[in-house]
């Protein structure tokens, strides 16, 4: 429930299947990411907000 499931509307054909691959991704480079001692929402925040972090996480893939 990191990402607000729940709330989601994607219903129009593979939309949702296609936003549940992009969440599981993503959820799979925070778990990754351990210079951050913290939890998955407060990892998403401070992405959001430190354009440095965000890019220490998206390097662990290559992007």
Known sequence: ???REDE??????HCAEN???VRHLTLNLLKQ???SKRGIKTK???C????SYLTKVLELVGI
Not at 8 to 13: L, N, Q, T, V
Not at 48 to 51: P, V
């Open 1 to 3: 429930m990191a990402f």
């Open 8 to 13: 989601g509307r994607a219903r129009k054909d």
């Open 19 to 21: 936003i549940n691959i």
């Open 33 to 35: 990411e351990k210079t």
């Open 44 to 46: 998403i925040l401070k």
């Open 48 to 51: 959001g907000c430190d354009d």
